[in-house]
């Protein structure tokens, strides 16, 4: 099958798509193409999760949008189903695959994950073929990682016997389904013809603008535009930390900086997590580590948003110290684990760097997070007897607390706050002993 001939299959929905890696991007991804009438076959290697979409069950949990209806009408359907088995890919078209790619300790990528999938396709991948790498990569990887592996495990030629691309999907947690419809996809092939063979693909699912062009410019692409969130929230952090400093309201600056022309000073907080913005930089990164090119942009905006949970540590101090209570000993009790608010998406969560150091200080921490089965207790019954409350998720159910009864439910009435659900003046009107991220100007 050449690519004239895939295109057609493609426009018509007549040819067989496979998925790999069924979480938060390659789920969604393969219900919605299964919505559009391609038969689809997903491929996950924990087997629990396998046995729960087969049942038309969504194992993703949280505030996601149409994500559990659609799954069981494409199960019920029977245009999609999932399997744990490799060896059902040998007569599947297309190929998406979409597993993480995390970095390890040095900020080196792991493609464990990416080379084990490639590894076991390779065997099975059908002639003419069309693989597609979503996942989120270093920019380099396709040319020196995917490519090679490739062809060596399939025993294939790439662009004779079997075609290769990159889309970088472009999702988040809690807006997946919106994200991948409504949001633009940049489509690198290895050759311009493969780039423009996915193009009717996307345009099944994708409702906005897909640019096709190579591979290198895809892997850029991705790894840039989060690189830029990381350091745009950097800026706002340190912003903040001046603003304590000299006792000003970083909320107010924000405010008025960005009504000058072309200004969007990000928001401040608690500290960055999630699968992406803290790991992506160092993939754009790691694209020239044995090139001569200077980086001090990146990994300066890593470091500043790395120490938002530490200094939440600070802010803590400070308020437990002006209600005469010192932080070893102390009861504290931490409203959110998840990295982002309504989902329960843990992955570098800012949570865990605070909790880890408290405990290193000596503080008793109680966690609550309504998203979290195994913190999901009653509020204020897990807040009850602590001296203070320290907020790092901006969760609805936080969002709603009465503060008198949270006052109420605590020792000491100290509340420190490090996504702004709160200001100083509510706080200070309920009664609280408060600090906030940037908000330096009612405590200086």
């Given at each position: 099958?050449?690519?004239?001939?895939?295109?057609?299959?493609?426009?018509?929905?007549?040819?067989?798509?496979?998925?790999?890696?069924?979480?938060?991007?390659?789920?969604?991804?393969?219900?919605?193409?299964?919505?559009t009438g391609f038969d689809v076959l997903g491929v996950e290697i924990r087997s629990e999760r396998v046995e729960k979409i087969n049942r038309g069950i969504c194992p993703i949990e949280g505030v996601e949008p149409g994500l559990?209806?659609?799954?069981?009408?494409?199960?019920?359907?029977?245009?999609?189903?999932?399997?744990?088995?490799?060896?059902?890919?040998?007569?599947?078209?297309?190929?998406?695959?979409?597993?993480?790619?995390?970095?390890?300790?040095?900020?080196?990528?792991?493609?464990?994950?990416?080379?084990?999938?490639?590894?076991?396709?390779?065997?099975?991948?059908?002639?003419?073929?069309?693989?597609?790498?979503?996942?989120?990569?270093?920019?380099?990887?396709?040319?020196?990682?995917?490519?090679?592996?490739?062809?060596?495990?399939?025993?294939?030629?790439?662009?004779?016997?079997?075609?290769?691309?990159?889309?970088?999907?472009?999702?988040?947690?809690?807006?997946?389904?919106?994200?991948?419809?409504?949001?633009?996809?940049?489509?690198?092939?290895?050759?311009?013809?493969?780039?423009?063979?996915?193009?009717?693909?996307?345009?099944?699912?994708?409702?906005?603008?897909?640019?096709?062009?190579?591979?290198?410019?895809?892997?850029?692409?991705?790894?840039?535009?989060?690189?830029?969130?990381?350091?745009?929230?950097?800026?706002?952090?340190?912003?903040?930390?001046?603003?304590?400093?000299?006792?000003?309201?970083?909320?107010?600056?924000?405010?008025?900086?960005?009504?000058?022309?072309?200004?969007?000073?990000?928001?401040?907080?608690?500290?960055?997590?999630?699968?992406?913005?803290?790991?992506?930089?160092?993939?754009?990164?790691?694209?020239?580590?044995?090139?001569?090119?200077?980086?001090?942009?990146?990994?300066?905006?890593?470091?500043?948003?790395?120490?938002?949970?530490?200094?939440?540590?600070?802010?803590?101090?400070?308020?437990?110290?002006?209600?005469?209570?010192?932080?070893?000993?102390?009861?504290?009790?931490?409203?959110?684990?998840?990295?982002?608010?309504?989902?329960?998406?843990?992955?570098?969560?800012?949570?865990?760097?605070?909790?880890?150091?408290?405990?290193?200080?000596?503080?008793?921490?109680?966690?609550?997070?309504?998203?979290?089965?195994?913190?999901?207790?009653?509020?204020?019954?897990?807040?009850?007897?602590?001296?203070?409350?320290?907020?790092?998720?901006?969760?609805?159910?936080?969002?709603?607390?009465?503060l008198g009864a949270l006052k109420s439910a605590l020792r000491l009435p100290v509340l420190v706050d490090g996504r702004r659900l709160f200001d100083t003046a509510r706080a200070q009107a309920a009664g609280f002993t408060y600090?906030?991220?940037?908000?330096?100007?009612?405590?200086?």
């Amino acid at each position: 099958m050449n690519l004239g001939e895939l295109r057609q299959k493609l426009e018509r929905k007549e040819a067989r798509l496979a998925v790999i890696g069924l979480g938060y991007v390659g789920l969604p991804v393969a219900a919605l193409l299964a919505e559009t009438g391609f038969d689809v076959l997903g491929v996950e290697i924990r087997s629990e999760r396998v046995e729960k979409i087969n049942r038309g069950i969504c194992p993703i949990e949280g505030v996601e949008p149409g994500l559990a209806d659609l799954l069981a009408k494409v199960i019920a359907s029977h245009k999609l189903r999932t399997t744990a088995d490799y060896a059902d890919l040998k007569d599947r078209d297309v190929i998406l695959i979409d597993v993480e790619t995390p970095v390890e300790e040095h900020n080196a990528p792991r493609y464990e994950a990416l080379r084990a999938s490639l590894t076991s396709l390779g065997p099975l991948l059908k002639s003419g073929a069309l693989v597609i790498i979503e996942s989120t990569i270093a920019p380099g990887t396709m040319k020196d990682v995917v490519l090679p592996l490739l062809e060596q495990s399939s025993s294939k030629k790439v662009n004779v016997d079997f075609y290769l691309g990159h889309c970088p999907e472009r999702v988040m947690p809690g807006k997946l389904l919106k994200n991948l419809r409504m949001l633009s996809r940049v489509v690198g092939g290895m050759t311009a013809e493969t780039a423009e063979t996915m193009l009717p693909l996307y345009q099944h699912i994708v409702q906005a603008d897909l640019d096709p062009t190579d591979c290198i410019t895809a892997e850029l692409v991705k790894t840039a535009e989060n690189t830029y969130r990381d350091v745009q929230i950097a800026f706002a952090n340190e912003v903040a930390l001046i603003c304590e400093a000299v006792g000003a309201d970083v909320w107010k600056v924000r405010e008025l900086v960005n009504k000058s022309p072309n200004r969007q000073m990000h928001l401040p907080g608690a500290g960055v997590g999630g699968h992406c913005i803290p790991k992506d930089p160092w993939l754009l990164a790691y694209g020239v580590k044995d090139k001569d090119v200077p980086l001090r942009i990146i990994p300066a905006a890593r470091a500043v948003n790395n120490s938002m949970p530490l200094h939440m540590v600070k802010l803590l101090n400070g308020a437990l110290t002006e209600v005469g209570r010192e932080l070893k000993g102390a009861r504290v009790a931490v409203l959110g684990y998840a990295y982002l608010e309504d989902s329960s998406d843990t992955r570098n969560s800012p949570s865990e760097a605070l909790i880890r150091r408290l405990r290193e200080l000596g503080v008793d921490v109680i966690i609550q997070d309504p998203w979290i089965a195994e913190y999901s207790g009653d509020v204020l019954e897990c807040v009850r007897g602590c001296d203070a409350a320290v907020v790092m998720v901006a969760h609805s159910a936080y969002r709603d607390l009465d503060l008198g009864a949270l006052k109420s439910a605590l020792r000491l009435p100290v509340l420190v706050d490090g996504r702004r659900l709160f200001d100083t003046a509510r706080a200070q009107a309920a009664g609280f002993t408060y600090r906030g991220v940037g908000e330096g100007k009612k405590y200086k």
